[in-house]
């Protein structure tokens, strides 16, 4: 069973930057899309940033050009560089596999104050 570690959030103004960290146990991993997820109060989670397991990224217009993610298969672990954040921003991210799902872990709170 993969448990999914997420770190890194935090409070930050505007126009800020946050680096999230996802680890993963087990092997899995390497083989595996992967996705960075947020929800905010009240609203569904959406996802804000994926990639394959050669390194192939997608975003949404939302935060493209602002957040990158990558990958390290060696050390089982995703990580979400955003920058020039905004308010609209805040939620609690969450890394997970990119088609299905492994168990959530808590996740990590972001956020963005005005």
């Known amino acids: 069973q993969v448990q999914l570690v997420e770190s890194g959030g935090g409070l930050v103004q505007a126009g800020g930057s946050l680096r999230l960290s996802c680890e993963a146990s087990?092997?899995?991993?390497?083989?595996?899309?992967m996705a960075w997820y947020r929800q905010a109060p009240g609203k569904q989670r959406e996802l804000v940033a994926s990639?394959?397991?050669?390194?192939?990224?997608n975003y949404p217009d939302s935060v493209k050009g602002r957040f990158t993610i990558s990958r390290d298969n060696a050390e089982n672990t995703v990580y979400l560089q955003m920058n020039s954040l905004k308010p609209e921003d805040t939620a609690r991210y969450s890394c997970?596999?990119?088609?299905?799902?492994?168990?959530w872990g808590v996740g990590t709170q972001v956020t963005v104050s005005s």
């Open positions: 087990g092997s899995i991993f390497s083989r595996n899309a």
């Open positions: 997970n596999k990119l088609f299905g799902a492994f168990t």
């Open positions: 990639i394959t397991t050669t390194g192939i990224t």
